[in-house]
């Protein structure tokens, strides 16, 4: 930010001193218009959700119902930095194309409104409907900021609200709250299901170092059935934001449970994360599979190992000829959320994400991939069999198409012992994020250190992000997918995801890559991705 400050200052004096507004422009050579930085909206995604003003973080009360996905998420409507929580909401027919709506939920007497879920009663088991429309009921934590001042514990707790037009309008039930606090500071973030097997409702909740399963059989009365998690996996902060959910294990007939959990800070790379567990639910107690039963603080069961994809669930009430798990994550970390340099607007969801559990050797492993409906918006620009890359090798530039909104694909066969594998985006200001893997490391990797703005919050480019490869395959195979501001990459097929966020002074204009020795690519292709495709 210091830099924009410095820039817009440098020529504003500049006008006043050697000419006026209107000669100035005139007067412009391309080398000074080269000069000027990106910032606020050249920075917006442009098929990623943001919102058009404030502040937001957490999706919450993800659902689908009549063609329609519907998106909430925390959301300060009066301010760019984190503050008093709302529920914003955004509404699109394919998860890519998305249309913000009214604020669904704002703060009241219990307090304001932090993360939570919403599912479709369609027995309206809560008694909340009107006899004709299944009601959707949101679940959600109250946090009252005043009871927090005086030192109490008990100032987070659960209510709900209900809605009779899909969403549209919310009405909160009366008696909340409907789960009260036993006194624990960290006693939030509901994500209810139906437990179809016992005819109720699985409340996950997320107690501050483990997570607490409640039932109740109306989405009104609830009562506790078991903990999980203080002593497995990731306990480097507070856990948030669990879900859990049942899976197919891909190309068997065999369910197993997942349970997606959110920490802060304890991410593999600094700050916040998602990792999962993997084993069976029987309506009460979830137990973790034998292959991580001992899962200590540093593993690598996370959904995504670079440094902003955090808080993910899934959407609920997806029909079932669709079958599949969708994931969306808020595309930001909290080392630095509250200063990445836009103004008018702060953070951007992740592309959504079809979740997939995969049996691999000894243990499970979920596998993430784009949506299909992503397809809808691509178009093929670049097209080529096989590369061959010797030293620093150019593979495309602005010329061709805008690589700032583009899907980049290849797959390197016959990886070579030791060998580093490097790609770059980069532009004429110097800037460049590098991308790539480290085979004698076995670690995927992402260095945006000189991405263009970094310098705003020292967690930001202090180091390059690494993760481990879980493949043993011989080939390796990515898609990198940008946005203006992100990159999302999809190795082996999504067996390893990285998701990280960036701010070029310019946008990037070359696409390289390079190694120390030779090597070639193969089915390399770039496709240009927008909104309107002609």
Wanted: charged share 25%; net charge negative; hydrophobic share 30%.
């Amino acid at each position: 930010m210091k830099y924009i400050y410095q820039t817009l200052l440098f020529f504003f004096l500049g006008s006043i001193l050697f000419t006026s507004c209107k000669d100035r422009e005139t007067e412009k050579s391309p080398s000074e218009n080269d000069t000027v930085v990106q910032a606020d909206e050249d920075f917006r995604p442009d098929f990623h959700f943001t919102p058009k003003s404030g502040w937001m973080n957490d999706p919450n009360g993800m659902f689908y119902l009549d063609g329609t996905y519907h998106l909430f998420f925390q959301h300060n409507p009066d301010d760019n930095v984190w503050g008093p929580m709302h529920w914003g909401h955004a509404t699109s027919t394919d998860m890519i194309n998305w249309e913000e709506q009214p604020i669904a939920l704002e703060p009241d007497e219990h307090g304001t409104i932090f993360s939570g879920s919403a599912v479709v009663d369609h027995e309206n088991t809560s008694g909340l409907g009107d006899g004709e429309t299944p009601p959707v009921i949101a679940i959600f934590t109250y946090h009252d900021a005043d009871r927090e001042q005086e030192g109490e514990d008990d100032f987070q707790t659960q209510g709900i609200a209900y809605s009779l037009d899909a969403g549209k309008t919310w009405t909160k039930y009366e008696e909340n709250p409907v789960l009260d606090n036993p006194g624990i500071r960290d006693f939030r973030d509901p994500k209810v299901i139906w437990y179809e097997e016992e005819n109720k409702w699985i409340m996950s909740l997320a107690v501050q170092d483990h997570i607490s399963f409640y039932s109740s059989s109306n989405l009104l009365d609830w009562q506790h059935e078991s903990d999980f998690g203080q002593a497995l996996g990731g306990h480097g902060g507070v856990w948030e934001c669990p879900d859990l959910f049942p899976m197919q294990v891909e190309d068997t007939e065999e369910e197993k449970w997942v349970l997606l959990v959110s920490i802060n800070p304890g991410g593999p790379n600094g700050g916040s994360a998602t990792q999962y567990f993997v084993g069976d639910f029987d309506g009460s107690t979830f137990t973790p599979d034998e292959s991580i039963a001992d899962l200590g603080e540093e593993h690598d069961y996370w959904i995504d190992f670079g440094k902003d994809n955090y808080a993910g669930v899934t959407w609920s009430n997806i029909p079932e000829e669709d079958g599949r798990h969708l994931f969306i994550g808020w595309m930001s970390n909290w080392q630095y959320a509250n200063e990445v340099p836009t103004e008018t607007w702060r953070s951007a969801m992740t592309l959504p994400r079809d979740l997939n559990l995969t049996q691999q050797e000894n243990t499970y492993r979920i596998v993430s991939t784009p949506v299909r409906e992503l397809n809808e918006y691509s178009s093929e620009r670049i097209s080529e069999s096989s590369v061959e890359i010797e030293d620093s090798t150019s593979l495309a530039t602005s010329a061709d198409l805008d690589l700032s909104k583009a899907e980049i694909l290849f797959e390197i066969p016959q990886l070579q012992q030791n060998q580093q594998y490097t790609f770059s985006l980069s532009n004429d200001k110097g800037d460049v994020l590098k991308f790539g893997y480290d085979h004698g490391k076995e670690e995927f990797f992402i260095d945006r250190s000189n991405s263009g703005l970094v310098d705003f919050n020292d967690n930001f480019g202090d180091k390059i992000s690494s993760a481990p490869r879980l493949s043993e395959s011989k080939n390796l195979k990515v898609r990198a997918i940008t946005d203006n501001m992100s990159i999302e990459l999809f190795f082996d097929e999504g067996q390893t995801v990285m998701t990280e966020i960036f701010f070029p002074q310019q946008a990037f204009k070359n696409f390289s890559a390079e190694s120390d020795q030779s090597f070639k690519i193969s089915d390399f292709k770039i496709n240009q991705l927008k909104h309107n495709q002609e």
